[in-house]
């Protein structure tokens, strides 16, 4: 008996999300200061960011387990994120909460940890997999210390950070992180999430996740000028930027707002010499989960013209997070062409280690 493969089949999942399943599985892979450091403290499990435990976005009910958290370990990816839309590749982007700490060293050797745990447990089990760097955005020297680190391992495709950190992403104090990003041909993935350094918003703390949530799509239209504006693409011109979990219908009304005012006020950033709409086409890549699309075919097929380009989406299931229901994770209105690019050949264009 055949069976008839998913639509999906050999799609490349840029953004699932395993979790650590404890603070108790990484301390093989911290150097004795720190593990013993952290048993004598008592230092609790860190926040995974952006996705209380029992927040119903969290975990799709059928993706939740009974105890533990979800995703937290191979043969559960395995079971509900690979083989229900034959994946051929799907790159993990870790959201332990190694950026909410204060402490520099310490960040960092989460970070390290992180990434040794997700070599080990995820990476070194099923071929599929590929990763995100994890590092620790509180010191630059020390997360380019960590791309160094991973930078020879091919499974590793992007450095992962969050769309709130403690400064605008285009500040040229995270410099260093582009450069050795463009380096060694690694996008830098930017993730919804934040450091909960500053309000999630830009008129203080909200009161409900509701609002958090929501904050979370201005704070894309923020970073995306800052990258702009500041510059950060006309110093590294190869520098690629996945915006993940950002959704992506504001996209052509932001882009059209910051040219509007680039025309006027072009002179105070001088090396801005194409327009931001140009700029973010080049640059910019955007994940398919969560779809903030309008309902109908021909709504969607509009919005693609909009956005003026059908390089720009990649395909993800933002497992294990609820952003669809069964297998229905491809909006409804793209033609097989459009499929095509955005699952498998708009993904190995945006990431070079995976040709």
């Not at 500041?230 to 993940?244: H, I, N, Q, R, S």
Request: aromatic content about 10%; overall charge negative.
């Amino acid at each position: 008996m055949t069976t008839t493969p998913p639509p999906t089949a050999g799609a490349i999942d840029c953004d699932i999300h395993p979790s650590v399943p404890s603070i108790e599985a990484l301390l093989p892979y911290m150097a004795d200061h720190w593990r013993d450091t952290i048993v004598q403290r008592g230092v609790h499990d860190l926040e995974t960011i952006a996705y209380p435990k029992n927040a119903p976005l969290t975990a799709r009910p059928d993706w939740r387990p009974a105890k533990g958290l979800p995703a937290a370990d191979v043969a559960t990816v395995q079971a509900q994120a690979l083989d229900p839309f034959a994946t051929s590749i799907a790159i993990c982007n870790c959201l332990y909460g190694v950026q909410l700490l204060m402490s520099e060293d310490i960040a960092a050797a989460f970070a390290n940890a992180v990434n040794q745990w997700m070599a080990a447990e995820f990476l070194d089990r099923d071929p599929r997999l590929r990763a995100s760097i994890v590092i620790p955005t509180q010191n630059t020297e020390m997360a380019v210390a960590e791309i160094e680190r991973w930078a020879d391992d091919k499974r590793f495709v992007s450095v992962l950070m969050l769309v709130m950190d403690e400064n605008p992403l285009g500040r040229r104090l995270y410099w260093p992180i582009y450069a050795a990003a463009a380096r060694h041909g690694l996008p830098i993935c930017v993730h919804a999430g934040s450091a909960y350094k500053h309000p999630v918003t830009s008129v203080g703390w909200p009161s409900y996740y509701t609002e958090d949530y929501a904050a979370q799509s201005p704070a894309f239209h923020n970073m995306v000028s800052s990258f702009i504006c500041e510059g950060v693409f006309a110093k590294y011109p190869d520098l690629t930027v996945v915006l993940a979990e950002s959704g992506f219908t504001w996209l052509p009304a932001h882009l059209w707002r910051l040219t509007k005012f680039w025309r006027g006020l072009r002179a105070e950033i001088p090396w801005v010499d194409r327009t931001p709409t140009e700029i973010a086409r080049d640059h910019f890549r955007l994940t398919l989960q969560p779809v903030d699309a309008p309902p109908t075919a021909a709504d969607f097929e509009r919005l693609m013209e909009h956005m003026g380009s059908d390089e720009m989406l990649l395909f993800s299931t933002d497992y294990p997070h609820h952003q669809f229901d069964g297998n229905a994770v491809l909006p409804e209105g793209l033609s097989p062409a459009l499929a095509r690019k955005i699952m498998v050949d708009n993904p190995k264009n945006t990431y070079p280690r995976l040709q």
